[in-house]
């Protein structure tokens, strides 16, 4: 079965930085294209970043420069580095999967919490 | 960016009512669409893909339709557990965008 685990949300001060994981279990991560896509309370959708099956990346423009995605094959896992956090940031982050460019967002992971605040 | 806009936002309707959302993109994205199904506290579920691919497991009273820059998803007789939010999203572009929701409520 396909699956995928979030983790490594928290409380957060501005400015600081955190790592969120997504494990996979039942596929290998480098075969999908992997996504964190988030939500704020009590709002919609928004796409973060993708990592493309060759290693590429892409950002959404509001976390471009502050967040970093990235896979370690052996552990079948992708991450979230973010940096430079915002009260803007606050949000679930759920890790998501393609099987192409041209496909839907088809597993998502259950969310993990983000909140930044002083 | 393309730029989806759902309508209307919120949705007041009854157990066995027919419902239809609308979904408008700022330019084409041809058949490059998806409808997921989200309910508080609950991570998005896709229903629909290529505009009008059901899901495997998606009942039948679910359907999409259009192409182009005008999408629609109707629910044929709506169930108790179909109220929830459903957004849009097109996966035309490299930067794929999701509609604003709309809140499908008891009436």
């Known amino acids: 079965e396909v699956q995928v685990v979030e983790s490594g949300g928290a409380f957060v001060q501005p400015g600081g930085s955190l790592r969120l994981s997504c494990a996979a279990s039942?596929?290998?991560?480098?075969?999908?294209?992997m996504n964190w896509v988030r939500q704020a309370p009590g709002k919609g959708l928004e796409w973060v970043s993708v990592?493309?099956?060759?290693?590429?990346?892409k950002y959404a423009d509001s976390v471009k420069g502050r967040f970093t995605i990235s896979r370690d094959n052996s552990k079948n896992t992708i991450y979230l580095q973010m940096n430079s956090l915002r009260t803007d940031d606050t949000a679930v982050y759920y890790c998501?999967?393609?099987?192409?460019?041209?496909?839907?967002?088809?597993?998502w992971g259950q969310g993990t919490q983000v909140t930044v605040s002083s | 960016d393309i730029q989806m806009t759902q309508s209307p936002s919120t949705l007041s309707a009854s157990v066995g009512d027919r419902v239809t959302i609308t979904c408008r993109a700022s330019?084409?994205?041809?058949?490059?669409l998806a409808w997921y199904q989200q309910k508080p506290g609950k991570a998005p579920k896709l229903l629909i893909y290529?505009?009008?691919t059901l899901e495997t497991g998606v009942p039948s009273r679910f359907s999409g339709g259009g192409s182009g820059t005008e999408f629609t998803l109707t629910i044929s007789s709506l169930q108790p557990d179909d109220f929830a939010t459903y957004y849009c999203?097109?996966?035309?572009?490299?930067?794929?965008?999701f509609g604003q929701g709309t809140k499908v409520e008891i009436k």
């Open positions: 998501t999967t393609k099987d192409l460019l041209l496909a839907p967002f088809d597993n």
């Open positions: 039942g596929f290998t991560v480098s075969t999908k294209y």
């Open positions: 990592i493309y099956t060759g290693g590429s990346t």
């Open positions: 330019q084409s994205i041809v058949s490059w």
């Open positions: 290529k505009a009008s």
């Open positions: 999203q097109q996966y035309n572009s490299l930067l794929w965008t």
